[in-house]
């Protein structure tokens, strides 16, 4: 069964340090979203791609957060420098379609900042 | 601001009982309608979806949506202790509105 691949699942790091993450969408998902879910509350979306392009980045914390999906398909999500708040479960998602809502998602990577 | 509310729970059920899961929003112009079901330190899975006023039922589960009152429920019959888990709530607002909004779940506890 086709899966949403991310990587690392788990990652500890020293605040000011920089840290990256890794989205294989399913095949053929043209949609990928990357989104944060602190403990006890609902996911959040940080930014939206379609194809390689930018749908919406309104929440991405521009300062420190990027997001880049250059060829369309896998996708890198990069905190510098990190900050103790930055502390959460990243999850990546992607859909057939940007109309598509059913989301499916990855296992995650836990962040912790220390 | 758009936002989707839930009981942050512990809905706490013995096994075998119906579990009722609500959720409320507050765009009246949404269309779609989804439960994602969350296990401690998992991601999310989508196990419904609904678009339209009325019930809909997968196996065990049934969705219901009531758009004049902005109302989504939930129904898990048979409850399991395998259905312990958070149940997020999302929705896809109206107008053009291109993203999904959650709720920040109810969690669910199935008791033998």
């Known amino acids: 069964e086709a899966e949403v691949a991310q990587s690392p699942r788990y990652k500890i790091t020293e605040k000011s340090q920089a840290v990256a993450f890794w989205c294989d969408p399913i095949?053929?998902?043209?949609?990928l979203y990357w989104y944060r879910q602190i403990l006890g509350q609902g996911p959040e979306l940080l930014v939206q791609?379609?194809?390689?392009?930018?749908?919406?980045d309104s929440q991405l914390p521009k300062d420190r957060f990027s997001a880049e999906r250059l060829k369309g398909v896998d996708s890198t999500l990069k905190i510098q420098p990190a900050e103790l708040g930055d502390s959460a479960m990243y999850l990546c998602?992607?859909?057939?379609?940007?109309?598509?809502?059913?989301?499916?998602f990855g296992s995650g990577t836990q962040l912790s900042v220390l | 601001q758009k936002e989707v509310e839930q009981n942050s729970g512990p809905l706490s059920v013995p096994e075998g009982a119906i579990a009722s899961l609500n959720c409320t929003y507050s765009?009246?112009?949404?269309?779609?309608f989804f439960w994602y079901r969350q296990y401690s330190g998992k991601s999310p899975e989508l196990i419904m979806f609904?678009?339209?006023?009325g019930d809909k039922e997968d196996g065990r589960f049934t969705a219901q949506l009531n758009k004049a009152s902005q109302y989504v429920s939930l129904l898990i019959r048979d409850s399991q202790p395998s259905d312990s888990a958070t149940y997020l709530c999302?929705?896809?607002?109206?107008?053009?509105?291109?993203?999904?909004?959650f709720g920040a779940g109810t969690r669910l506890a199935v008791h033998p």
């Open positions: 095949s053929g998902h043209a949609t």
């Open positions: 791609f379609q194809d390689e392009s930018v749908v919406d």
């Open positions: 998602a992607s859909s057939f379609g940007q109309a598509n809502e059913k989301l499916f």
């Open positions: 609904i678009y339209s006023n």
């Open positions: 765009d009246r112009g949404s269309q779609s």
């Open positions: 999302a929705v896809k607002p109206g107008g053009g509105y291109n993203k999904l909004i």
